[in-house]
Nanobody, 117 residues
């Protein structure tokens, strides 16, 4: 499984960005997908996840009500809509996938999100 994250950039506080994660796998719909982020000097942290059919989503408390995760299984793509961005959202955002395990098996290369105050 190869994951390609894109859509990062520089945005002012209060702005929005939409990240995408394209997966090169035939059975994309079988995978639980997720977003993580790592800020400079900090450990990587969970942001959001979505079940195989999109019916179940989970969010870190820090992004609830501002971020929305979604997926399009027909396009093998997952999204993260980020609204009301804050400077503390600045990080490299990674997409990840897992199947039949509790650990995340596959990781994308990351996309930089920078929020200026």
């Amino acid at each position: 499984v190869q994951l390609q994250a894109s859509g990062g950039g520089l945005v002012q506080a209060g702005g929005s960005l939409r990240l995408s994660c394209a997966a090169s796998v035939r059975t994309f719909s079988r995978y639980v997908m997720g977003w993580f982020r790592q800020a400079p000097g900090k450990e990587r942290e969970f942001v959001a996840s979505i079940s195989w059919n999109g019916a179940t989503t989970n969010y870190a408390d820090s992004v609830k009500g501002r971020f929305a995760i979604s997926r399009d299984n027909a396009k093998n793509t997952m999204y993260l809509q980020m609204n009301s961005l804050k400077p503390e959202d600045t990080a490299v955002y990674y997409c990840a996938a897992k199947i039949l395990t509790t650990e995340w098996n596959y990781w994308g290369q990351g996309t930089q999100v920078t929020v200026s105050s």
